[in-house]
């Protein structure tokens, strides 16, 4: 624990005292916690990063915390002292020229082995680049640990084991046996010069100050030394030794960073009392102060885990690559730079003796670039270090123009390989190289706080490394490839060249931004005090950023207001639940993006994002969407011709859910909406949603019997439907229900057999006793707009919103009930995996009915979350019309089932549509045949089109593929686990996890669970159970990468003679039968074998086809007892009320027409 604890829990502190040690901790916290720096949090302007862009404030920058001795050295705090610009510095100054000469420079010299080591192994090109390429990546990898040990032992030892260890990986490349051995001990030495390059450069930085920009370039004079006698150096060891008496010397001279790394002693001496052994093992490093210690190994694990969340955001600095954007266009511009940074200096040999060049004037040539180095950086120095350029902010323009300069300079190359040329190439490329080398570290110390930059070179470094790492090796291959040498150097051009564009055009615009923040900030310091003193408004701002952006804004700000008070935190109830996160994160796997690298090690998944859950309403996400998109479309009836922006579906809505309140209606309410897609169903969906009443989705193919089932299970108040759809007389089945509605008052129907029923509103034409929409419109007063509007701050997101009936296969429809909450996040999650934040525009063809969750939450609900524009070809269901609105409204996202899309692509003038704005689409409802897959992207245009599964129980979508996920993951798996979810995969038997990759029952668990079956606790307890898994009924397996594979209706499983066979993979297997239209698999009795399978097969239209012809096409494609015993040909399935075929119904009618 930190001197401030103990002083307050051994003595009684006296005033003084206390203010001592309050003012030390507050000192220490601000020190440590980089987010206090870069993001300064006022209750006024919410989270204001701190780009360099607010770094021109110079009072900011000197009351900024010094960094910890312990960090510069390896003793205490210099908290009164600035930065000596001289003395000893001069010392470590030159220390750390010679560490940059043997540790940046010494992979350049490499290039000189090349030949012996190719000879020796046997080795390409490509195979020998891979060992300076080692070197180098992890000599800029290993920034985090060197960040750590340097916090930990300080830069002294740092730099000396550095040493110790580069020394040793070159004596021990002298032993080796293979190329593979050399890619070992390479990675060893680079290990071993990050931990004395980074470590070097850091506390020099904090010895000068004022000087800084000339003791940066100053020592950057240390790589070119080493760029003119490294080569030179190595050339005459191998002429003597051979390569391998050369490696072992060369790494007895490494040792010499020992040496440097001795005379880096820390700044100043050691303030206040040393703290004891112990407190320094568990104090936090920057004198971040611990509470005191809790008893037992609970409390202990406690603070350690808490300590370690601070550690990763002190050493891995990604949080600055969200708030600092001058530091993430450097990092994104330096990292791509390096790609085609060292090539030239490893290929440069190689390229001049391949053109018969001998090896010792290229050598001379290396020595060459060196010495301009040498010669320039000196120069660079006292002209950077002049008082008229101390403050600048053109130093990154020149960094860029020396970078363009590099990479241009590289086409000399490609003129010839005559000794003159190359010379001329190495007197360009060393002098801009000298001017880039001499600013890297000065940009970078300029574009973050000084406290900040170990952790900040440490980051930027880890990213180097990639492209550091694959470029040589990619130049390998591009010479083993042509042939040609002079390929590389033009790649080299292109890629260095434009890193430096990018540079000088990304942190031109930043200087612009900061100079118009600047003017506004100067405009609102002559406010009033008066102004200054109002309390902060919060409203929703018309904002044009897409709502995951306002998610991620509000995340940071929650992170940045917890890190202040992260003791406070350990102390928190809501520990238990963190550590318990914490602990189930290991077995997590974050899907914002597609999983590429195999996770997984059992039959369990946990979806986890950096994104948050909504806590929003229905309303209020609408409400929101309005503000930022007013103008835009929102909906788009086409066969009834009407169109709506969001501004106009806002005030209907608002219209009619004032009317349903002046009716009577009240919250908690259900009215049940029955009918086909149109304008007037997804107005209700959101009407009711605002009003606080419950929606009931009715099927508009249910009968009169039906209907009275749902309306008494739900005790609806009112009935939302049109007059009659196609053969479906709607209003004529609720006068057969409630004959009493002709004869009571409009609005107040009493009917003996649906008791709670009280009004009817149709939609089209009027009728007798009924309302009619406009009827409710003109109902609702101003004081039920005021009601509606207070409404909205009594609701919460958990409330429930929608009840959705099952299907009924297994008995009567069941009511799943649904919260704002469930379906506001399954339609934004859906809409993150889809990227509709992403896209220019997104227009949904929306062919799938309204009442399933397919239509009224990834279609509906997404409108409002996404500010998505839905466009419903028609009212119901036609394949033409559907290909007519992609044309037409150029619709780029589809939605159906694999038969609507099986419709769709059966259209013999399909060619004749324009579908070129067709994009991606989501396939639902159904296994998803790979014929279709393939076709919709030849036939369709539609290259990213994913298979979701879920269930209504679930809101619906558990899984869902990504856009670009291969072919093979969409015909095999339903998608990866959503943002949030958990899945696990369990013996039906035992309840416990299966195997990964094996079969059993998929079971999910989070927020898109249902509340339950509507008031019926007895169905709700047989699907979930008390710790909220859900149990689906179907049985999947789980894959690595958190994909699942649906193999079917657990109690669709047919069992032949003891082996589990599964439907869904015949069936898959025989859609792929040129002549196969549909088919259905079920198991019918066997007296033998308990069962055998049976495919129930429907043709397409002028085909015929045989049992024998089906058997034929199965076997030696599919094990043969899978293959089926009984083959029938029909014309129809027998269906549910939604469309779904009842395979138990099947499964009867097989056996009494084979007579089984």
């Given amino acids: 624990m930190t001197q401030a604890v103990e002083d307050q829990n051994q003595t009684p502190a006296s005033g003084n005292r206390q203010k001592d040690n309050a003012l030390q901790w507050r000192d220490s916290r601000n020190a440590a916690q980089g987010v206090m720096e870069a993001d300064k949090w006022t209750p006024e302007s919410g989270l204001q990063h701190s780009d360099s862009e607010e770094q021109n404030d110079e009072d900011e920058q000197e009351s900024a915390s010094c960094p910890t001795a312990r960090q510069v050295g390896g003793l205490a705090k210099r908290s009164h002292h600035g930065a000596p610009d001289g003395g000893w510095g001069w010392v470590v100054l030159v220390a750390t020229m010679l560490v940059l000469a043997l540790t940046l420079a010494f992979p350049s010299c490499v290039g000189i082995f090349y030949t012996d080591l190719q000879t020796e192994f046997n080795a390409s090109n490509t195979e020998t680049s891979w060992v300076p390429a080692i070197m180098t990546a992890v000599l800029h990898a290993g920034g985090p640990l060197c960040s750590m040990l340097v916090e930990r032992f300080g830069c002294r030892v740092t730099v000396m084991v550095g040493g110790l260890l580069s020394g040793l990986g070159m004596a021990v490349s002298a032993l080796a046996r293979t190329i593979t051995d050399i890619y070992v001990t390479s990675g060893i030495t680079g290990l071993g010069f990050c931990l004395s390059f980074q470590p070097s450069v850091t506390i020099m930085g904090h010895y000068f100050e004022r000087r800084r920009v000339f003791a940066n370039a100053l020592s950057s004079t240390g790589t070119a030394l080493g760029l003119s006698t490294l080569p030179l150096i190595a050339n005459i060891l191998l002429s003597w030794f051979g390569w391998r008496g050369s490696f072992l010397i060369l790494g007895g001279v490494l040792l010499n960073c020992c040496v440097c790394g001795a005379v880096m002693r820390p700044l100043g001496p050691a303030s206040g009392p040393n703290k004891p052994k112990h407190s320094q093992v568990l104090d936090k490093p920057n004198n971040i102060p611990l509470q005191q210690e809790r008893k037992g190994l609970t409390g202990h694990v406690k603070t350690v885990l808490c300590d370690f969340l601070a550690f990763l955001h002190r050493h891995l600095a990604f949080d600055l690559l969200v708030s600092n954007a001058r530091y993430r266009a450097f990092a994104v511009g330096v990292t791509w730079m390096m790609l085609g940074c ?25 020595s060459i670039m060196g010495l301009v180095n040498v010669a320039v950086r000196p120069v660079a120095a006292l002209v950077l270090g002049l008082p008229r350029f101390r403050g600048s902010s053109s130093f990154v323009y020149v960094f860029a123009c020396a970078v363009i300069l590099n990479g241009l300079s590289n086409c000399i190359c490609g003129v010839s390989a005559s000794f003159k040329v190359l010379l001329l190439y190495v007197v360009v490329f060393g002098l801009s190289m000298s001017v880039a080398g001499s600013l890297l570290f000065t940009v970078l110390m300029d574009t973050v706080e000084m406290s900040r930059f170990p952790s900040a070179l440490g980051l930027l470094c880890m990213l180097e490394s990639g492209t550091l790492l694959i470029g040589p090796p990619l130049a390998g291959m591009l010479v083993d490839s042509t042939g040609q040498y002079t390929y590389v150097f033009y790649a080299c051009s292109v890629c260095v060249s434009s890193a430096g564009f990018f540079l000088m055009v990304s942190f031109y615009f930043l200087d612009c931004k900061r100079e118009a923040e600047k003017k506004k900030k100067n405009k609102k310091s002559m406010k009033t005090p008066s102004d200054l003193y109002q309390k902060p408004v919060i409203t929703l701002a018309n904002d044009d950023r897409p709502m995951s952006a306002m998610i991620s804004s509000s995340w940071l700000r929650s992170c940045a207001h917890s890190l202040r008070s992260v003791d406070g935190f350990k102390n928190s109830k809501t520990w238990k639940s963190c550590s318990t996160s914490l602990i189930q994160w290991c077995r997590s796997l974050h899907v914002d993006s597609p999983p590429h690298k195999p996770s997984l090690t059992s039959s369990y998944v946990h979806g986890t994002s950096s994104f948050s859950l909504l806590p ?41 859910a004032a009317g349903l309140l002046a009716l009577g209606l009240e919250r908690g309410e259900r009215l049940g909406v029955w009918g086909p897609n149109t304008y007037e169903w997804i107005l209700f969906q959101y009407a009711t949603a605002k009003a606080g009443i419950i929606l009931v989705s009715l099927n508009p193919a249910y009968q009169a019997k039906e209907v009275e089932f749902t309306l008494k299970k739900v005790q609806c108040k009112a009935v939302v439907c049109p007059t009659q759809f196609k053969t479906q007389k709607f209003c004529e089945m609720l006068r057969e229900i409630c004959p009493e509605i002709e004869t009571t008052p409009v609005g107040a129907i009493k009917s003996s057999r649906v008791p709670d029923l009280r009004m009817v509103i149709v939609t089209d034409s009027r009728q007798p006793g009924m309302l009619h929409v406009e009827d409710v419109i003109q109902a609702g007063e101003s004081r039920h707009h005021k009601e509606l509007m207070d409404l909205q701050s009594k609701m919460s997101f958990d409330d429930p919103i929608n009840i959705q009936f099952t299907s009924g296969t297994t008995g009567s429809p069941k009511g799943a009930t649904l919260s704002h909450h469930n379906i506001i996040n ?8 889809m990227g509709y934040a992403t896209r220019p525009q997104v227009r949904v063809c929306v062919p799938v009915p309204l009442y399933h969750c397919f239509g009224s939450v990834l279609a509906g609900v997404s409108m409002a979350v996404h500010g998505t524009t839905l466009v419903f070809p028609s009212t119901g269901y ?151 898994w859900y149990r689906t009924g179907d049985t999947a397996s789980l894959n690595s990468l958190g994909y699942c594979h649906i193999e079917g209706r657990l109690k669709d499983m047919i069992i032949r003679g003891g082996e589990n066979i599964y439907p869904a993979e015949i069936e ?63 014309d129809s399935y027998p269906l549910t009320a939604s469309g779904k075929i009842k395979k138990n119904d099947l499964k009867v009618a097989m056996e009494k027409k084979l007579g089984l």
């Fill in 826 to 833: 399954n339609a934004y999650f859906l809409g993150l995996r």
């Fill in 878 to 1028: 036609d394949s033409r019309a559907n290909l007519e609105a992609i044309q037409n409204e150029k619709c780029n996202i589809v939605y159906g089932t694999p038969t609507m899309f099986t419709d769709m692509l059966s259209q013999q003038e399909i060619h004749k549509y324009d579908l070129s704005s067709a994009e991606a689409g989501i396939m639902a409802g159904a296994p998803c045949p790979s014929e279709i897959i393939r076709k919709l992207k030849t036939n369709m245009n539609i290259k990213e089109m994913t298979v979701a599964y879920g269930t209504t129980e679930n809101s619906p979508v558990t899984f869902l593929g990504f856009p670009q996920d291969s072919e093979e993951l969409k015909i095999n798996t339903v998608g990866c686990i959503m943002h949030h979810t958990e899945a696990k995969v369990v013996d039906p038997a035992t309840g416990e996890l299966v195997p990964l990759g094996a079969s059993g029952e998929l079971m999910i668990r989070g927020n898109c669970v249902m509340h339950g079956y509507w008031e019926d606790p007895e169905k709700t307890r047989e699907v979930i159970a008390e710790d909220r």
């Fill in 342 to 366: 060292v090539v030239p200096l490893v290929y440069l040999v190689p390229y001049a003796t391949h053109n018969n060049m001998g090896i010792g004037r290229a050598a001379f040539l290396m």
């Fill in 616 to 656: 929003l309403t229905v309303g209020q996400a609408l409400d929101s969407a309005v503000q930022r998109w007013p103008d835009r479309e929102a909906v788009a009836f086409l066969q009834d011709g009407i169109r709506k922006t969001f501004a106009q579906f806002q005030q209907d809505v608002d219209k009619v």
């Fill in 1068 to 1130: 898959q297997y025989l859609f792929t039968h040129p002549k196969v239209q549909e088919v259905q698999v079920v198991g019918v009795k066997d007296e033998r074998l308990g069962e055998q399978v049976c495919a129930c097969i429907r043709v397409k239209e002028g085909q015929t086809s045989s049992a024998e012809e089906i058997k034929a096409f199965c076997k030696g494609q599919i094990s043969h007892f899978k293959i089926p015993q009984y083959v029938s040909f029909v």
